[in-house]
């Protein structure tokens, strides 16, 4: 969905190193996700906020943090990256407006690998 | 663990056929959504089942619910080679956070 901009798309990392991902959109949503795609394993939910001021933690948060800077800004960083961190990261939104029944609308993910 | 599981891992079939993915979960959903993601990108929304609607179609999409057997089904008809993608169930379990639970998908290959 190109309305749902993820930055970089490939990053390769060292241990230690801390990162960001961002995620910027264009769709006015209110709420924004976080979620790693790890083979066999499906996705997974990091962390979620339903605006500026609210910042909700998800299934798999240890090791993450997140900005919501805006509206349409959304940032995951990985203060200190381990290996076990490699994975697709996916950012969405969705509009809320029909509550748990608004789809999501993703971005094309960030290719993260951490040696 | 995951709250949806897909059968089969994989699948691999001729165009033109008919494509059946099965999804089970554990908990009292609100709803369950399929998504398709083609290699290398996000998901995309297809389709979205309530817990009280028992099927749903949507172009050559048929998607099915048994809350009772906890398990859903995605069959697509007459199948494309540009259907060739990774499918999702994903199962909204809380009430207004719009929090997934996905499930870890079913590759389908549709050979021309």
């Known amino acids: 969905d190109a309305d749902v901009t993820q930055t970089p798309r490939n990053r390769i990392t060292k241990t230690g190193k801390r990162i960001m991902l961002e995620c910027s959109q264009t769709?006015?949503?209110?709420?924004m996700y976080w979620y790693r795609q790890d083979p066999g394993l499906g996705l997974r939910l990091i962390y979620y906020?339903?605006?500026?001021?609210?910042?909700n933690k998800g299934e798999i948060s240890d090791g993450y943090s997140v900005s919501r800077q805006a509206q349409a800004k959304f940032s995951l960083s990985l203060e200190s990256a381990i290996p076990n961190q490699t994975a697709l990261y996916f950012c969405?939104?969705?509009?809320?407006?029909?509550?748990?029944?608004?789809?999501?609308?993703f971005g094309n993910g960030t290719r993260l690998t951490v040696t | 663990s995951q709250q949806g599981e897909e059968d089969p891992q994989a699948l691999s079939i001729q165009e033109g056929e008919n494509a059946t993915m099965n999804c089970s979960y554990k908990?009292?959903?609100?709803?369950l959504q399929w998504y398709r993601q083609n290699s290398g990108r996000g998901l995309v929304h297809l389709i979205l089942?309530?817990?009280?609607?028992r099927e749903k179609h949507s172009g050559r999409l048929r998607v099915t619910l048994d809350t009772s057997k906890k398990s859903s089904s995605l069959l697509i008809t007459a199948s494309r080679a540009a259907d060739t993608a990774s499918y999702f169930c994903?199962?909204?379990?809380?009430?207004?956070?719009?929090?997934?639970?996905f499930g870890q998908g079913t590759t389908l290959q549709v050979k021309p």
């Open positions: 969405a939104t969705s509009d809320g407006s029909r509550g748990e029944n608004s789809p999501l609308h």
């Open positions: 769709k006015g949503h209110d709420r």
């Open positions: 906020s339903f605006d500026v001021k609210d910042i």
């Open positions: 908990t009292s959903i609100n709803n």
């Open positions: 089942i309530r817990s009280n609607e």
């Open positions: 994903a199962t909204a379990v809380s009430s207004n956070t719009g929090k997934l639970i």
